[in-house]
């Protein structure tokens, strides 16, 4: 049983360009979480999503962020028109159901850098 | 947001040497988390405490929920040179769900051989 999926590892951008990054959540988790971590500190909540679904965005920037997770296939964060400070690492996290911090786990990371 | 403090930011111990960190917030929680992050990996999940005072050990790991639900200490006991990583404490208010979870700065920790 395969862990939460994320790709690209690494992406490297120019800014003004468009960054899509990837998370296939465990098998059976119908719930996926978005986080970034910036250098040196600790993971900062994005957006909350359940199959097809936004259910919180609050952690998410008003402008050139969204978010998806299609009935079929991964869930994608998007990020348009880069700018250096969207420099960071993306870690995905999922769970079966809502409340569950001992079934909640995460992916390897998407370590997006902007030149 | 909320502001969760860890202490030290950093540590270099000796193999074999306990190991004490602690994690300080002006909110109150009624959840606290502690992972583990591997460079180039995402957390794991060390221990969950769910009441005031309680105590929980796992393995060579022993977490405290403090009295005040402001506070939390992690000890690391005999630690080993796969005890390397950044330690992070994690709080969640009222409402649980992972999206109310809120992270310290982290301890990172470096054992020498």
């Known amino acids: 049983n395969a862990g939460v999926m994320q790709n690209p590892r690494h992406l490297v951008r120019r800014r003004g360009q468009e960054a899509r990054l990837r998370c296939s959540p465990m098998?059976?988790?119908?719930?996926v979480y978005w986080y970034r971590q910036l250098p040196e500190e600790g993971l900062k909540f994005m957006v909350y999503l359940q199959k097809e679904n936004i259910i919180d965005e609050s952690g998410m920037p008003k402008e050139r962020f969204s978010a998806e997770f299609p009935k079929e296939g991964p869930s994608i964060l998007r990020i348009q028109q880069v700018v250096r400070g969207d420099s960071a690492a993306y870690f995905c996290?999922?769970?079966?159901?809502?409340?569950?911090?001992?079934?909640?786990?995460f992916g390897s990371g998407t370590q997006l850098s902007v030149l | 947001g909320q502001q969760l403090n860890q202490s030290p930011q950093s540590m270099f111990i000796q193999e074999g040497e306990d190991v004490s960190m602690n994690c300080t917030s002006s909110s109150i929680f009624n959840t606290w988390l502690w992972y583990k992050q591997d460079p180039g990996e995402g957390p794991v999940l060390l221990i969950a405490?769910?009441?005031?005072?309680e105590l929980t050990s796992n393995g060579r790991l022993t977490a405290q929920f403090g009295i005040t639900r402001k506070d939390s200490f992690l000890n690391i006991s005999a630690s080993i040179p796969s005890d390397v990583g950044i330690y992070f404490c994690a709080g969640q208010k009222s409402r649980a769900g992972a999206n109310n979870l809120f992270f310290g700065t982290g301890t990172r920790l470096t054992v020498i051989p």
């Open positions: 405490l769910y009441k005031a005072g």
């Open positions: 098998k059976g988790h119908s719930h």
């Open positions: 996290a999922s769970s079966p159901t809502v409340a569950t911090n001992e079934k909640l786990f």
